[in-house]
């Protein structure tokens, strides 16, 4: 089995930062993509960034210039400094991580995805 947990969220005030750590452990021979998600109250989950093993990433454009995540892969680590938290940055922050479970998995590309409990970021003043 595989679990994941994210860590790092809290209450801060517009304009400041957090930094949340998504730290993936068990059953793991490699881990493909980590990506962060949000999600609020009667809305879907949504992508906020992903990075690949080999450090390539995305971001959606509400969080370009002020979100940057990266890894560790040796510590099965995913991390999203945020900066400069708007109001509507409040969410409830989710990771998922693509996961290969064994080599055979990982040679075949057939990743299964986790998703940690989630962890509440609330900007306010």
């Known amino acids: 089995q595989v679990q994941v947990v994210e860590s790092g969220g809290g209450l801060v005030h517009p304009g400041g930062s957090l930094r949340l750590s998504c730290a993936a452990s068990?059953?793991?021979?490699?881990?493909?993509?980590m990506a962060w998600y949000r999600q609020t109250p009667g809305n879907e989950r949504e992508l906020v960034a992903s990075?690949?093993?080999?450090?390539?990433?995305h971001y959606i454009d509400s969080v370009k210039g002020r979100f940057t995540i990266s890894r560790d892969n040796g510590k099965n680590t995913a991390y999203l400094q945020m900066a400069r938290l708007k109001t509507e940055d409040t969410a409830v922050y989710y990771c998922?991580?693509?996961?290969?479970?064994?080599?055979?998995?990982?040679?075949?590309?057939?990743?299964?995805?986790?998703w940690g409990q989630g962890t509440q970021v609330t900007v306010s003043s």
């Open positions: 998922n991580a693509d996961v290969y479970v064994s080599r055979q998995r990982f040679e075949a590309r057939r990743g299964d995805p986790y």
């Open positions: 068990g059953s793991i021979w490699s881990i493909n993509v």
């Open positions: 990075i690949t093993s080999s450090g390539s990433t």
